[in-house]
Structure formats: C-alpha cells, structure tokens
C-alpha cells in the first residue's frame, strides 16, 4: 500500500459528516502502517544524504589528486623542456616534439577597460542575497518578487 492508498484508508475510516472515527482498530493499524512507511523513508532520505556527502568528500578527494598529478607532469614537461633544449627524443616507448602556439600576455599594468567592446566578454550574476536583503527592506525591483517555500529537514 502507497502511503496516498494508507492516507485515503484512513479518511475511509472517518465519518465524512462528523468527522468521528468509526473503525478505530483499522484506523491503528494504518497510522502504524503509515509512520512506519514515513520512518522508511526518512530514514532512506537521511541514508542517500550520507552518500551523496562521501561521494562529494570522495571527488574533492580525487579532485585534489588529480590537480597534483597534473601539476607534476607540467613540472616534468619544463624539465624535459630544459633537458632537451628544443631537441627532439624519441625511441620505442615514447616520443617527444613540439609545436608551435601563439598565446595573449598581458602586461602588469594593462587596463582592461582599454580594450574595444567587442574583444570583451562580460558575465553579469544576480547577488541574490544582496537582493533579497534590498527588496525585505522595501526596494522594489520590477519583475523580482520573494518567493517563501516550506523546505523538509530529515535529521
């Protein structure tokens, strides 16, 4: 039985006119049926969070070993750089060549805002708890509203 099926049995067991219980023994047996599917669930919510909370910890975990490893290649690969000094190497396990990249440096004190528009790229974000905070002391904001919800804690 779905917990709806539990809730619908349980207005069964009401008297629709006056609201008065008339099969209260069947009326025990689904609110027992009905808490224990809620614990289930509850329970099963707090389980899937503990999860998810590992897994993050776990990719911070491996996020943090794979920026060493990729710092230590490119700590290897000016090594081998200045090893080679612009030398090729190859033999039968690997080989080692270059290619020539043009990249944009800029200076210390280059001024961005010099730049023309269009060579320009330009993020805008809300600072919505800024907002939240103008608008809870009377700003009003055309076409941004507060919007109050009621948010499930299972603990």
């Given amino acids: 039985?779905?917990?709806y099926e539990i809730d619908q049995a349980i207005l069964e067991c009401l008297d629709e006119e006056t609201g008065e219980i008339v099969?209260?023994?069947r009326l025990s047996e689904l609110n027992m049926?009905?808490?224990k599917k809620i614990s289930n669930v509850a329970c099963w919510i707090k389980d899937l969070k503990a999860e998810a909370e590992a897994l993050k910890i776990e990719k911070q975990n491996l996020a943090k070993r794979q920026q060493t490893c990729?710092?230590?290649a490119?700590?290897?690969?000016?090594?081998?750089?200045?090893?080679?000094?612009?030398?090729?190497y190859k033999d039968s396990k690997c080989s080692v060549g270059y290619r020539k990249s043009t990249s944009v440096n800029f200076g210390?004190?280059?001024?961005?805002?010099?730049?023309?528009?269009?060579?320009?790229?330009?993020?805008?974000?809300?600072?919505k708890n800024e907002i939240k905070q103008a608008i809870k002391d009377?700003?009003?904001?055309?076409?941004?509203?507060?919007e109050e919800s009621n948010n499930i804690i299972v603990q």
């Fill in 33 to 35: 049926e009905r808490d």
């Fill in 138 to 146: 009377g700003l009003q904001i055309e076409g941004v509203t507060l």
């Fill in 70 to 72: 990729e710092n230590k």
């Fill in 1 to 3: 039985m779905t917990l």
């Fill in 23 to 25: 099969d209260l023994e």
């Fill in 74 to 88: 490119e700590s290897l690969k000016r090594w081998l750089a200045i090893a080679l000094n612009g030398a090729k």
């Fill in 108 to 127: 210390m004190n280059f001024d961005f805002n010099t730049l023309p528009e269009d060579l320009k790229k330009v993020t805008v974000e809300p600072k």
